[in-house]
């Protein structure tokens, strides 16, 4: 198996896992949050789709699909553009509400196959160029790929953590 293989399976488990936190979700279940200052099921999937929507073009020179496919003016969040959601603090948290999954997962779902094209084109030789010198040793695209993988499925399994907190009547 050839890494860009093993790449593409690893972001189609977060596929799996995003639909799996959201799909059946009202409102009231997408933006629970399970404390005063804990983050929701939607605000970690928006996040994570953001952070894998940002990172991968900005390492492979592609447009934001959140820009290039109006999901920015869809969401409506009231949040500068190109935000992904780090560093927020609760009131910003509390800005990001979705009203159906579908949104979460239509966004997501977008990101993804950009996602997947882009894997798809990779030699073996691309996972060592560097894409941002800004770090002691600079990071490199496989590691880059890598750390959004990592974090991604951190949030999925939190948005799926949180999602089983919500009353079963929500759930």
């Given at each position: 198996m050839h890494a860009k293989d093993i790449l593409i399976e690893g972001y189609s488990r977060i596929r799996e896992e995003v639909h799996a936190a959201v799909e059946g979700l009202g409102p009231d279940g997408l933006n629970a949050r399970p404390a005063a200052d804990a983050n929701s099921?939607?605000?970690l999937v928006w996040h994570l789709t953001r952070v894998q929507d940002d990172h991968v073009a900005d390492?492979?020179?592609l447009d934001q699909v959140w820009l290039a496919g109006d999901w920015e003016k869809?969401?409506?969040l009231g949040l500068p553009r190109h935000?992904?959601?780090y560093g927020h603090d609760s009131a910003q948290?509390?800005?990001v509400r979705v009203d159906s999954p579908g949104l979460l997962t239509g966004y997501y779902d977008a990101v993804h196959e950009q996602t997947l094209g882009a894997l798809r084109s990779?030699?073996?030789?691309?996972l060592e160029r560097v894409v941002d010198e800004d770090w002691d040793p600079?990071?490199?695209l496989g590691a880059r790929l890598v750390s959004v993988?990592?974090?991604d499925l951190q949030h999925a399994g939190q948005a799926a953590y949180a999602r089983g907190l919500l009353p079963s009547a929500e759930a």
């Open positions: 099921v939607a605000w390492a492979f020179g869809r969401f409506g935000d992904t959601g948290v509390a800005k990779l030699a073996a030789t691309d600079p990071v490199t993988l990592s974090d």
